[in-house]
């Protein structure tokens, strides 16, 4: 997991204020900038009970669903079924990396409101269909720009993160868990 958390960390070294208000005063100043006025889609807002720390509703609901593109379809399934909450074990995760929090909550603002020609869509990422939220998510993962691979980058690393770390993940990858909590023996690590 160090491995990942590294990756997030140097890519919200690169989103920094500066760049994020620059990007969205250029968005605002040419009249692309929605006005973001929608509700939170149901599916993907938090439940009720779930109380954010870092996160507010709407990037958490950003967050659910890039996260859902990016595990795939057994993982979206597991996330739509809340089965696995990876708004929640985001919000807790960054709670602890405030320094990646700011940063990173930018870049999902980003592309939630993001429009053309700063991300390839007109509506928010959360209204757009899976089809088009996979092409969005392709196109900052491969664009020439530094700022779209850095936003793919965090977000990819969080979800992965939280959607792996998650013990309701363990059997699509066969993890047995975390060794010597009592439950996981040395000879359980040995088996084929």
């Known amino acids: ?12 070294a690169s989103l920094d204020r500066r760049t ?32 954010l ?25 597991l996330i739509a079924d ?23 909550g930018q870049a999902l603002l980003v592309l939630e409101f993001g429009v053309w020609p700063v991300i390839g869509k007109v509506r928010p990422f959360t209204s757009v269909p899976p089809g088009a939220q996979d092409g969005v998510l392709a196109e900052c993962m491969t664009s020439r ?5 850095s936003l793919f980058r965090g977000v990819r690393s969080l979800a992965l993160l939280t959607f792996y770390g998650s013990p309701a993940t363990r059997s699509l990858t066969g993890y047995p868990g975390p060794f010597g909590t009592g439950s996981v023996t040395i000879a359980d690590a040995m088996k084929d």
Do not use: N
């Open 20 to 51: 994020f208000l620059r990007l969205a005063g250029v968005a605002a100043a040419t009249g692309i900038m929605p006005s973001g006025c929608g509700g939170v889609p149901e599916g993907l807002a938090p439940r009720p009970d779930v109380t």
């Open 82 to 104: 809340r089965r696995v909450d990876v708004g929640g074990l985001a919000d807790a995760w960054l709670v602890a990396a405030p320094s990646v929090a700011g940063p990173l």
């Open 1 to 12: 997991m160090s491995a990942l958390q590294a990756e997030l960390r140097a890519a919200a």
């Open 53 to 77: 720390a870092v996160l507010s509703p709407r990037t958490y609901a950003v967050f659910t669903a890039a996260a859902m593109r990016i595990v795939g379809p057994r993982g979206a399934e």
């Open 145 to 149: 720009l530094d700022l779209k691979r």
